[in-house]
């Protein structure tokens, strides 16, 4: 069963379709996993089609659309941080996905995996900006900060593997 949307927001407003990311954010459950999931086709061929600094412009461009949109959705749910905006989880995995190299699958996993641990675990300033900033801003910018985490894990791990693997 889906996650109801907030009283007055229906799923065709631009806002609920960007911040529940078409409606993954309202499957059941895991609503920041559904997210990055979400995130991964869209990411994956913005990546392939124009590189890193192209997936570096969508992430910008959907920050600002995104906290627009959370905005929204925190104002009509009375939610400081409502699970079922996952715009958050799309800006995060898209500046991870910045660090892959080859693509091979492996890169595109550990990817998925690495943004998931410290969107999961918070550590600082993650867990600060969740704090510190209110309604959108807040929604968007602690993703921001696990996304940043997760790319220089995932550029480390992938420079050491090729520099290892490449004797």
Do not use: N
């Amino acid at each position: 069963m889906l996650t109801p949307l907030p009283p007055g927001m229906r799923f065709r407003d631009p806002s609920a379709l960007i911040a529940t990311w078409f409606g993954a954010g309202l499957l059941p459950g895991i609503p920041g996993t559904w997210g990055s999931l979400a995130a991964l086709p869209f990411g994956i061929l913005l990546l392939v089609y124009t590189g890193a600094a192209g997936l570096f412009a969508a992430a910008v461009v959907l920050f600002f659309v995104g906290k627009w949109a959370a905005d929204v959705y925190v104002r009509l749910s009375g939610d400081e941080d409502p699970g079922p905006v996952v715009v958050d989880e799309v800006v995060g995995q898209w500046l991870c996905l910045m660090a892959i190299h080859t693509g091979a699958w492996w890169e595109f996993v550990l990817a998925f995996l690495l943004f998931r641990v410290f969107d999961i675990l918070k550590p600082w300033p993650v867990d600060w900006a969740e704090r510190r900033f209110a309604a959108g801003l807040g929604v968007m910018l602690d993703d921001v900060f696990a996304g940043l985490y997760a790319f220089i894990s995932l550029a480390l791990i992938v420079y050491l593997y090729y520099v290892i693997f490449s004797f």
